[in-house]
């Protein structure tokens, strides 16, 4: 009976795609790679000397305010409104 079924399977089986074959090499490479890439772990970042080693050089620390622009300002007595509309107003033509 075995032999029966071998035959008969053999005759119906449709001929496999290339296309099919591709997208299974792709899927296996694809998780290859996934799995390769979580295989090592990273190494640690690092951007200068260590800092728990205490004969490490670093540079020294400066200070800078952070409102040093700051100008304060008190309030003024109104100048007339008139002379300050001609200063910031545009020269006419001639």
């Avoid at 795609?17 to 591709?22: A, E, H, I, N, V």
């Avoid at 690092?46 to 620390?61: K, L, N, W, Y």
């Avoid at 100048?79 to 200063?87: D, S, T």
Wanted: glycine fraction near 4%; charge should be positive; include cysteine.
């Amino acid at each position: 009976m075995s032999a029966y079924r071998r035959a008969r399977s053999a005759a119906f089986e449709r001929p496999r795609s290339p296309l099919r074959r591709g997208i299974r090499a792709f899927a296996a490479l694809a998780l290859a790679a996934a799995a390769a890439g979580c295989w090592a772990t990273p190494p640690a970042p690092t951007a200068g000397p260590d800092p728990s080693d205490p004969s490490a050089h670093a540079r020294p620390v400066g200070y800078r305010s952070t409102i040093a622009p700051y100008a304060r300002q008190r309030p003024v007595d109104p100048a007339p409104w008139r002379e300050q509309n001609e200063q910031v107003a545009p020269r006419p033509k001639q």
